[in-house]
Every structure is written in structure tokens, then in C-alpha cells.
């Protein structure tokens, strides 16, 4: 059949290249479509100063290690590119670039179509690798702002410059949130910084970067099955802190002693006028709350592991809220002419016809299998791990789906169950 493939990918990011690999290595045919460049989204979706909150040698793509001379830095937005582009170089993936899958459907006889920006194709099995942030995230309040207001999302955002005269209200405080508010800060820009319930890490803490200590307690290691949460920690937010000029813990009460006004979350516009929840210092507490729970778990690792290492003095909130502040904000008063919503991304699954999907219309699966037979995942938030969605767990995640991949393939062409059968109980 012309245009015929055991395997299409769909996604050319760090997840379908390695999947790409992972097949390549078993020589498996397949074609990776990707609709924009290679490592788009790091080069047109990140700001100028953004690095990895995660040290180098935590990326680890299959066969394409950290190339660098500095595993314990932070490497920044164009060398992560770079860091991209020269693993699809290392390999030579069969990838075509600027093409858009349309639609992805089966037929009666298990075929799956997959209509492109270039044509249709056929697979006997299809792997989505486009992870799950597709469409920036806007609230609908963001049209009450006036027309005079700047409004861009995080994943617009590029420097202080790009900006009007003015001060800036940042709305959000994940890891985006929290850097772009220290980007601008840095720069000397009158920041307001709109404060939600996400967590705080510590950055290093009692000789080690906060990183390796998980990695030594084994947490990179947890599969979802055994997290205490299980599936609800694929919703929680982002532990905020930077990798910037080396790396180092995001503490707001420092950023307000510094001149950066903190409030609550927004609950309204009206008019010129933002009203503020009175949850501040709440949301700041509760992010100390997790803080210490990080350090308190090293300090019992280090304890029971007989570990010899530097202590520590607790922290102290360098800063607390006034109790009576003031929740309105006045836009004309506060000079604020721009508002960068730091707000998340939503899934985009449309083009995908084929039920795979839960009550909630994300991806139905185990380790990346979904129920129907052929289709499969990679790159999702918490698929297996921790890093599933990152650098430092994909290449588990992708070999796994490989060796499944690999073991159906079999089964095709030699009607032999037994095959699938020896690797589900091997693995």
C-alpha cells in the first residue's frame, strides 16, 4: 500500500524522537510528522532568560545524554534547542517537518487513516507525542480588562523590552509565573503579582541541589501507581523555583521586601478596578507548608541513611501580608499597562476520532497503552513518573512503548499471541 507504515508518530518533540529512536533501534519502519520545526515550542514558546528548573544531568533522551561540561548547571532556552536538534542529528529520525496531522481515524479492519497537511497515510499502530499543552490557557475575566491594556500569555512573553512603559501585573504563580515575575523584577519593572495556591521548593539545601536528594531518595523512580495521590497528581501545579544564574529558590516575601506588590488571587475586573480574594497570605503559607515538607523528608533521609551533611537553620517568612490590605487596585493609579496571564494551557484532542479518552476528554491509558488496540501515548504529564513529560524519564517511557510496539508488530504477521503475552508478564 502506497503511503503504508507499521508505525506513524505523531510529533517530532523530545517524546516522538525518542520514540523515533527507540524504533529505529529495533528496526521498525515509521514516519514522525511534526507539524511546525524541531524543538518549536522551546524556540518560539519560552522567554529570552528561560533555563531548566532541572539540573543538566537530568537530561538524559535515549541514547543522547547530556553533552555539556557543566551536569550540575541549568541550561538555558537556545541551548536546549541545540540540545534537540543535535539528538535528531545524532540518529537521522525519518521525520517531515511543517506537516499538521489533521485527523487520525480507524477503519472496520483495525487500519488506522491519518490525514495530513500533505496527504493521507495508513499504520498498523499510531503513537501521539504531543504531550498536553496545546492551547494557551486564557480566563475569560481577561475580556473585562479595558482595550488599552497589553494582554499576552506566558507563552508570548519574551523580555521586559518587549513591553510598554508601565508597570505589569502578572497573574499566576507556577514556575512561569513566578520566573516572568523575576525576569521583569530584575529589570527594574514595578511589578504586581496576582499570588494562586501552587507550591515552593527549596533550591539547595544541606549540600545538594533539592534534585539530587530526590533522585538519591528514589522519587524520580515512583510510577504513578504507587503516588500517594495516584492520577490527581497529574493536576497539581509545578513547584516554583529557577535555575537562573545558576539556580536558586523563588521566596515572594523576599520579592515584596524588594518593592513587588503581592496580592491574592483575582476574583473580578470591573471597569479600571481589580478586586483581589483576600487569600494571600494563606497561598503563601501553604507554599512555605511544602517547602518545609521537602526539607523535613531530606532531613529523614539524611538521618536514616547515617548521611554526613552540612545542617541548616529553619526558615523565617522574611515578610507577612498587612492584615487589613487593601484588595482593589486601581488600573489608572497602579500605571499598569500590561498583563501577562500565566494561566496553563489547555489539551487539544480534536483531530483524534477514536474513543480513547476518560469522562474528562484526556487520554485514557496505562504506561501510555490505551484500550484500543494500537494506539498509545507518550510525553503526557506523569504518564509513568515524574518525568514523563520531561527530559529525564522519557527515554524509559519510550523503550517501554517500543518494546510493546515491537511485540504487536510480531503478533501481526505471525497471528502468535504468545508474544505479547511473554513481554506483558515480563514486564
Not at 515572594?252 to 497570605?281: P, Q, T, V, Y
Request: aromatic residues 10%; contains cysteine.
Amino acid at each position: 500500500m502506497a503511503n503504508h507504515y507499521p508505525v506513524v508518530i505523531v510529533g517530532g518533540g523530545q517524546a516522538g524522537l525518542s520514540m523515533s529512536y527507540c524504533l529505529k533501534e529495533k528496526g521498525l519502519d515509521h514516519i514522525v510528522f511534526e507539524k511546525n520545526k524541531i524543538a518549536n515550542a522551546w524556540r518560539s514558546q519560552r522567554w529570552d532568560s528561560f533555563c531548566l528548573v532541572t539540573p543538566n544531568w537530568q537530561c538524559q533522551l535515549p541514547g543522547y545524554p547530556y553533552q555539556g561540561n557543566d551536569p550540575e548547571g541549568f541550561i538555558k532556552r537556545d541551548e536546549i534547542v541545540r540540545y534537540i536538534e543535535g539528538y535528531a542529528s545524532s540518529f537521522n529520525p525519518p521525520i517531515k517537518e511543517g506537516v499538521e496531522v489533521l485527523n487520525l481515524r480507524r477503519s472496520d479492519r483495525g487500519i488506522f487513516t491519518v490525514t495530513t497537511s500533505i496527504g493521507e497515510y495508513t499504520a498498523d499502530q499510531v503513537v501521539v507525542a504531543i504531550g498536553a499543552y496545546h492551547q494557551p490557557k486564557i480566563p475569560k475575566i481577561a475580556e473585562r480588562l479595558p482595550d488599552g491594556i497589553l494582554q499576552v500569555h506566558s507563552s508570548k512573553y519574551k523580555n521586559p523590552e518587549s513591553l510598554p512603559d508601565g508597570a505589569v501585573l502578572v497573574t499566576g504563580t507556577g514556575q512561569s509565573g513566578c520566573q516572568i515575575a523575576e525576569d521583569l523584577h530584575l529589570a527594574g519593572r514595578k511589578v504586581h503579582l496576582s499570588v494562586g495556591s501552587a507550591p515552593r521548593s527549596p533550591r539547595r539545601y544541606r549540600g545538594k541541589d533539592a534534585v539530587e536528594w530526590l533522585d538519591m531518595m528514589g522519587y524520580y523512580e515512583l510510577s504513578i501507581d504507587r503516588h500517594p495521590q495516584k492520577e490527581k497528581v497529574r493536576n497539581k501545579a509545578n513547584h516554583y523555583l529557577t535555575g537562573r544564574d545558576g539556580g536558586r529558590e523563588i521566596d515572594l516575601r523576599r520579592f515584596a521586601l524588594e518593592g513587588m506588590e503581592l496580592h491574592g488571587r483575582l476574583k473580578n475586573i470591573s471597569s479600571h478596578k481589580l478586586e483581589f480574594l483576600n487569600d494571600l497570605k494563606q497561598n503563601l503559607d501553604g507554599a512555605d507548608v511544602v517547602y518545609e515538607s521537602i526539607k523535613k523528608t531530606i532531613d529523614n533521609f539524611i538521618e536514616t541513611n547515617q548521611i554526613a551533611a552540612p545542617t541548616e537553620p529553619p526558615y523565617y517568612p522574611v515578610w507577612q501580608p498587612a492584615g487589613d490590605a487593601d484588595l482593589m487596585l486601581d488600573l489608572d493609579i497602579a500605571n499598569i499597562t500590561t498583563v501577562i496571564w500565566c494561566t496553563g494551557f489547555q489539551s487539544d484532542f480534536s483531530w483524534l476520532e477514536i474513543p480513547v479518552f476518560d469522562g474528562k476528554g484526556y487520554p485514557a491509558h496505562d504506561r501510555g497503552v490505551t484500550e484500543v488496540r494500537g494506539i498509545y501515548f507518550l510525553g503526557l504529564p506523569w504518564l509513568y513518573t515524574w518525568g514523563s513529560g520531561r527530559f529525564s524519564g522519557i527515554a524509559r517511557d519510550a523503550a517501554y512503548l517500543a518494546d510493546y510496539i515491537m511485540a504487536r508488530s510480531k503478533v501481526a504477521h505471525t497471528s502468535d499471541w504468545t508474544v505479547v503475552n511473554e513481554f506483558l508478564l515480563g514486564s
